[in-house]
C-alpha cells in the first residue's frame, strides 16, 4: 500500500490520479505498461511526458481533459495553436456558445464585405480581427462542449 503524498505542487497528472484514491502502485495495476515508478516520474517532472502516457492516463482516469492540458501546456506544437479548455457546466457552454453565434450572426454581412474581394486591406483589418475573436470564442465553445461530452462518455454518465 502506498503513502499519501504531502506535496504542495502537485502535477496536474498527481492530482488526477490522486482525485480516484490510488496510489501509485494502484495505477501501474489499472495502467497496462506503466510502472509505479515510471508515473512516480512522470508526475514529479523527473521524466519527459509522453503522448502515449498521457493518452493512457486519460483513458484509465476517465480524465479526457488531460489530453488537453497536455498539448495546451507541455507540447512545443500545441503551446501555440492549442487553446487550454476549461471544465465548464453544461449551461454555461450552450450560453457562451449561443452568445458568440448570435454575435456572428451580426458580423457575418462585415465578413462577407472584407472577403469579397480575397484582400484584406487596412480599413478592414480591426473589423476582420474582430470577427477572428468571434469564430475563436466559437470554436473554444465547441471544444468545451467536446471536453464535456468526452469526460460524462468516459465517467459513465452517457452512453455513446
Same mark, same amino acid.
Given at each position: 500500500?502506498?503513502?499519501?503524498?504531502?506535496?504542495?505542487?502537485?502535477?496536474?497528472?498527481?492530482?488526477?490520479?490522486?482525485? *480516484?484514491?490510488?496510489?501509485?502502485?494502484?495505477?501501474?495495476?489499472?495502467?497496462?505498461? =506503466?510502472?509505479? #515508478?515510471?508515473?512516480?516520474? %512522470? +508526475?514529479?517532472?523527473?521524466?519527459?511526458?509522453?503522448?502515449?502516457?498521457?493518452?493512457?492516463?486519460?483513458?484509465?482516469?476517465?480524465?479526457?481533459?488531460?489530453?488537453?492540458?497536455?498539448?495546451?501546456?507541455?507540447?512545443?506544437?500545441?503551446?501555440?495553436?492549442?487553446?487550454?479548455?476549461?471544465?465548464?457546466? *453544461?449551461?454555461?457552454?450552450?450560453?457562451?456558445?449561443?452568445?458568440?453565434?448570435?454575435? =456572428?450572426?451580426? #458580423?457575418?454581412?462585415?465578413? %462577407? +464585405?472584407?472577403?469579397?474581394?480575397?484582400?484584406?486591406?487596412?480599413?478592414?483589418?480591426?473589423?476582420?480581427?474582430?470577427?477572428?475573436?468571434?469564430?475563436?470564442?466559437?470554436?473554444?465553445?465547441?471544444?468545451?462542449?467536446?471536453?464535456?461530452?468526452?469526460?460524462?462518455?468516459?465517467?459513465?454518465?452517457?452512453?455513446?
Amino acid at each position: 500500500m502506498g503513502r499519501k503524498s504531502t506535496k504542495e505542487n502537485k502535477s496536474i497528472y498527481q492530482i488526477t490520479r490522486e482525485s *480516484l484514491g490510488w496510489t501509485r502502485e494502484k495505477a501501474a495495476d489499472e495502467i497496462p505498461g =506503466m510502472s509505479a #515508478e515510471r508515473i512516480e516520474k %512522470l +508526475e514529479n517532472g523527473r521524466a519527459v511526458v509522453q503522448p502515449e502516457d498521457v493518452m493512457l492516463m486519460a483513458k484509465y482516469y476517465k480524465a479526457p481533459s488531460l489530453c488537453n492540458y497536455y498539448c495546451s501546456h507541455e507540447c512545443a506544437i500545441g503551446q501555440d495553436s492549442v487553446p487550454e479548455v476549461k471544465r465548464k457546466e *453544461l449551461s454555461q457552454i450552450a450560453v457562451e456558445t449561443l452568445n458568440a453565434l448570435n454575435r =456572428m450572426n451580426r #458580423e457575418k454581412d462585415r465578413l %462577407l +464585405e472584407i472577403v469579397e474581394d480575397g484582400e484584406i486591406t487596412p480599413d478592414e483589418y480591426e473589423d476582420f480581427l474582430n470577427i477572428k475573436t468571434t469564430l475563436d470564442k466559437i470554436s473554444l465553445s465547441v471544444d468545451s462542449l467536446k471536453l464535456w461530452l468526452d469526460e460524462k462518455i468516459a465517467q459513465g454518465k452517457i452512453e455513446f
